[in-house]
């Protein structure tokens, strides 16, 4: 099968950078929260994760080239100010690495967590394998000690072949906004999709996998949406339009992440729209795992003019206007309804 032990080592890394994600925000101390140059909040988890995830995939697959587009770099990491995190992030990466349980590795140095942080400075494009990686997305609730995922996929010749999406704090039960209240509060998941091979679940760190699939809603009126918590990453009022427009009854379902992508691929919810605000740019990493999660669970992720997501054109994803996804039903009415509110937005400027 294509693809088969790509999938392996990607889980194998994502579950491990997960766990590392886990102990960090359990243990969340002021002081792990820093600014980067961006002002973005930046947390010795987000490096860690990078690191093994980078780590991982180069031990597990060796005899392939290694190519990854990932969100961060070590440039803070390497000043003068920067030298206890480092040091926190090669602990934590070492522990990590330790609970594993295997013991075919030395400890890793400083210098090594530095390297394979950098290790994902590639710029993707359309020629052979790229892995593309945000290994803390939803930053801001990671810090509120909200959703957040590690998203990893991999990109090539231009297409999004595979993705692995862990979601630490996603219940395993629906989040919809018209579910029954579930007698499971199990948290953790870990969705992953190869191309041509449909979308699985499986609780974070166990190991039966169930086939999910998007919801099969085809009247608005039954869809419920999830959108960004944040306001500032996504215009919610343009949302609240559109959902009108449908006919969309039930209030937006708010959460961080795209742990959206994963909810949505096992029917928690009908749609998802994003519209970031003016001057704002999708990076590739924000979508690559998310959009091949949904897609392989028989949904689709468009631009809002209805273009299909282009990955290939190195780490920038530009779209027009914003991302929607949706089941195959309802995205003709859902189109509409977008190109209707974007004219009236023009119109009122
Ligand atoms: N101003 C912004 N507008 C839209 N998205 C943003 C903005 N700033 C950061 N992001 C990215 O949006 C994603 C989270 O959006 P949301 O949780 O609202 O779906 C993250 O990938 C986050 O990056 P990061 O990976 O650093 O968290
Ligand atoms: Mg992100
Ligand atoms: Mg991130
Ligand atoms: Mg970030």
């Given at each position: 099968m294509p693809y088969e032990k790509e999938l392996a080592a990607a889980k194998k890394a994502v579950t491990l950078a997960a766990r590392l994600c886990q102990k960090v925000q359990k243990a969340l101390?002021?002081?792990?929260v820093h600014s980067k140059s961006d002002k973005s909040p930046v947390t010795v988890a987000d490096y860690g994760s990078q690191a093994l995830v980078s780590f991982i995939l180069e031990r597990e697959l060796p005899s392939e080239s290694f190519s990854l587009v990932a969100e961060e770099d070590s440039g803070d990491l390497r000043k003068e100010s920067g030298q206890d995190t480092l040091n926190r992030i090669t602990e934590l990466v070492n522990d990590t690495l330790a609970s594993e349980g295997s013991n075919s590795f030395s400890t890793l140095t400083t210098d090594d967590v530095l390297v394979a942080i950098d290790s994902g400075k590639s710029e993707g494009g359309s020629v052979g394998r790229h892995w593309v990686l945000d290994p803390i997305d939803g930053t801001k609730g990671f810090v509120r000690g909200d959703q957040y995922a590690i998203a990893l996929a991999l990109l090539h010749e231009g297409k999004i072949v595979l993705g692995v999406l862990a979601c630490p704090n996603l219940p395993l039960a629906s989040i919809g906004s018209n579910q029954q209240h579930s007698s499971s509060n199990e948290v953790g998941c870990l969705f992953f999709a190869k191309v041509g091979d449909g979308t699985y679940m499986q609780a974070l760190g166990g190991s039966t996998q169930t086939r999910v699939h998007v919801c099969d809603i085809d009247n608005p009126e039954e869809a419920s949406f999830f959108e960004s918590f944040e306001a500032a990453h996504s215009l919610h009022d343009l949302s609240s339009s559109i959902a009108e427009k449908l006919g969309v009854k039930a209030p937006p379902v708010r959460i961080d992440s795209q742990a959206k992508y994963g909810a949505l691929s096992r029917g928690d919810g009908a749609i998802y729209l994003r519209f970031p605000h003016r001057g704002y740019r999708e990076k590739i990493w924000d979508h690559a795992a998310g959009s091949i999660v949904v897609t392989e669970a028989g949904g689709i992720a468009m631009d809002a003019a209805g273009n299909p997501l282009d990955f290939s054109k190195g780490k920038f994803l530009d779209v027009v206007s914003g991302i929607i996804v949706t089941n195959q039903k309802l995205m003709p009415s859902l189109l509409t309804a977008v190109k209707e509110a974007l004219n009236e937005k023009a119109s009122s400027l």
């Open positions: 101390l002021q002081s792990d």
